[in-house]
């Protein structure tokens, strides 16, 4: 037995918001939203459980919101159940399957709020230790009319006995349980997970909520939403990286950003001497000043030699993540006489973008020469600087 589990309702084919995926599935700066709120999860309730319900379709979506938690956040999730034909039947077949587990607590949560924070997360577990069953709730600051079928106003509530209510909703488990089995089949549609609670004869406390726990449904939420998570990340950092590598004869082509570029020389390197991508890695790991790639994979490891530079450029944008962090933007220059870049330079910036998971518009690729002067003058090897500006909470 486990003291919380948290399941994350995640099977619905919402599209109100945009693109055609599933909203929980949409990007927003940088990953799923699923991801965003998998990891808000994790990060308040370092011991829970972790559980996701899914529809049946997006098992490769799963799978591609999960690759982008850190790995720590991956270890903690059970397999995804399978969701059904409505939200109640979804919870049901979630909440059964963590019935081996049987957790004290279970909270349930949307897929579609990232933004519950610890502070509410422990609120959570706390009401539904002291109370059985309990939903967060804000305030209502609008004043709220009922009407008539008609539109007319037949009656106005007292709005400060009304509360907007959100999710984590929390439960002990075996209460919860047993009021979504004794619902099983009922007619009436039991739109949130304390109207189960509710129909099997459970009061429902509500704590505090919170103002900035919103739902994304429509594509002015994601505006805020993409404008939220960066607010949230406030130290702004500029990294540098510089890298040379000798060119060697007996190569006949160049790897720059992951592209292979046909030359007279390759370049000599314990790895693939990718220079661009060892000089963007290097930016990324001066921000979040965590050494550079010798601290990491150093050339006396027989394992690096000949790898694929993405394995040290993938591994430092990972730590940035781990951080919580994004990588806001990437400016990088080659220093070269030959070969000419210009004709490569979309398809570099496009492999450093995937490789980094980032929109390629935040990937700038410039080439100079160095007006035959010094050892690129020279074309005995090439050179590359990068900036790498980091944003982290």
Not at 240 to 262: T, Y
Request: with cysteine; glycine share 8%.
């Amino acid at each position: 037995m486990t003291d919380l589990a948290i399941l994350v309702v995640a099977g619905g084919r919402g599209s109100r918001a945009g693109e055609g995926l599933p909203k929980q599935y949409r990007a927003l700066r940088g990953k799923s939203v699923l991801a965003h709120t998998l990891q808000a999860m994790a990060a308040g309730a370092p011991d829970a459980a972790l559980a996701v319900v899914i529809h049946a379709d997006d098992a490769e979506l799963y799978a591609a919101s999960v690759a982008e938690l850190p790995e720590a956040t991956r270890a903690r999730l059970l397999p995804p159940a399978i969701g059904g034909a409505s939200r109640q039947e979804s919870v049901r077949n979630g909440v059964e399957a963590l019935a081996a587990l049987a957790p004290k607590i279970v909270l349930i949560h949307d897929a579609a709020r990232p933004f519950a924070d610890r502070a509410l997360i422990t609120r959570a577990v706390e009401a539904a230790k002291a109370h059985g069953a309990a939903v967060p709730g804000a305030p209502l600051a609008d004043t709220v009319k009922e009407i008539g079928a008609s539109g007319h106003v037949t009656a106005t509530p007292d709005r400060g006995r009304l509360r907007a209510v959100q999710t984590p909703q929390s439960f002990d488990f075996a209460l919860i349980l047993a009021a979504h089995r004794a619902a099983a089949g009922s007619a009436r549609e039991l739109t949130d997970d304390a109207m189960v609670a509710e129909a099997a004869g459970h009061r429902v406390f509500v704590f505090e909520g919170a103002a900035g726990n919103f739902k994304l449904t429509t594509p002015e939420d994601f505006v805020r939403a993409s404008h939220d998570l960066l607010a949230a990340l406030p130290d702004i950092r500029i990294g540098q990286g510089f890298d040379v590598h000798a060119f060697d004869a007996s190569k006949s082509e160049v790897w720059l950003g992951g592209v292979a570029i046909p030359h007279s020389h390759g370049l000599a390197g314990h790895s693939d001497a990718d220079v661009l991508m060892h000089a963007i890695t290097d930016a990324i790991l001066g921000a979040i000043a965590d050494g550079d790639i010798g601290k990491h994979f150093p050339p006396s490891d027989q394992r690096w030699k000949g790898a694929a530079s993405s394995i040290f450029l993938e591994d430092a944008c990972r730590r940035v993540r781990e951080r919580g962090g994004l990588i806001a933007h990437i400016d990088a220059t080659i220093a070269c006489e030959a070969p000419k870049i210009g004709p490569h330079r979309d398809a570099i910036r496009e492999s450093l973008a995937k490789i980094m998971e980032m929109d390629v518009s935040r990937v700038a690729v410039k080439a100079t020469t160095t007006e035959r002067l010094g050892f690129t003058g020279r074309q005995e090897g090439m050179a590359a600087l990068a900036l790498a500006t980091v944003r982290l909470p």
